[in-house]
T-cell receptor
Framework: GNSVTQMEGPVTLSEEAFLTINCTYT??????LFWYVQYPGEGLQLLLK?????DKGSNKGFEATYRKETTSFHLEKGSVQVSDSAVYFC????????????FGKGTSLLVTP | ETGVTQSPTHLIKTRGQQVTLRCSSQ?????VSWYQQALGQGPQFIFQ???????GRGNFPPRFSGLQFPNYSSELNVNALELDDSALYLC?????????????FGQGTRLTVV
């Protein structure tokens, strides 16, 4: 089935540092790819998505490009803030655009002042 | 528009008991999915309801069951609770039953089984 593999955390960065969180996927066809974020004590929020190869999703300064050649969907941000501290999940639906989502294990990010 | 709301926010149960968790979907959404998130892990899909019918199920035993009501709100029931059922239970609603549609999550119910 479709699955994602995320880099292990935790990731600790100083404010204004550059962020990359790696995500690679295994998929049948070309499903949509998602990044969700979970702030402490809260549910998940959609951060960005890309629906086809070479698409770039972006939101709140975060970006991720759907790379078919490398089967990757890495999350990047040029300058992180303390408020970006959260857990980030890469996700995709099961084969045949099936219901629900398969999530990675999550990458915890801590940004220090 | 109101978002996805879940109740209760926290719950403590004893092994062997039964529990019911509730979810109100976002206005206009006819699909509700339930996930279990163990500590330090990503959410695992339990099942999905679309227009009051179960539309798909993950790798969870039959003691995990659910309902969806005509207003598209939903319940998750777990019978014969086990210690490993301790987790954050997340409900997500969406406008479509396909996984390519954005899902909106509630804040979750933290279940502790002792």
């Amino acid at each position: 089935g479709n699955s994602v593999t995320q880099m292990e955390g935790p990731v600790t960065l100083s404010e204004e540092a550059f962020l990359t969180i790696n995500c690679t996927y295994t998929a049948t066809g070309y499903p949509s790819l998602f990044w969700y974020v979970q702030y402490p004590g809260e549910g998940l929020q959609l951060l960005l998505k890309a629906t086809k190869a070479d698409d770039k999703g972006s939101n709140k300064g975060f970006e991720a490009t759907y790379r078919k050649e490398t089967t990757s969907f890495h999350l990047e941000k040029g300058s992180v803030q303390v408020s970006d501290s959260a857990v980030y999940f890469c996700a995709l639906p099961p084969p045949n655009s099936g219901y629900a989502l398969n999530f990675g294990k999550g990458t915890s990010l801590l940004v220090t002042p | 528009e109101t978002g996805v709301t879940q109740s209760p926010t926290h719950l403590i149960k004893t092994r062997g008991q039964q529990v019911t968790l509730r979810c109100s979907s976002q206005s206009g959404h006819n699909t509700v999915s339930w996930y279990q998130q163990a500590l330090g892990q990503g959410p695992q899909f339990i099942f999905q309801y679309y227009r009051e019918e179960e539309n798909g199920r993950g790798n969870f035993p039959p003691r995990f069951s659910g309902l969806q009501f005509p207003n598209y709100s939903s319940e998750l029931n777990v019978n014969a609770l086990e210690l490993d059922d301790s987790a954050l239970y997340l409900c997500a609603s969406s406008q479509s039953r396909t996984g390519n549609t954005e899902a909106f999550f509630g804040q979750g119910t933290r279940l502790t089984v002792v």
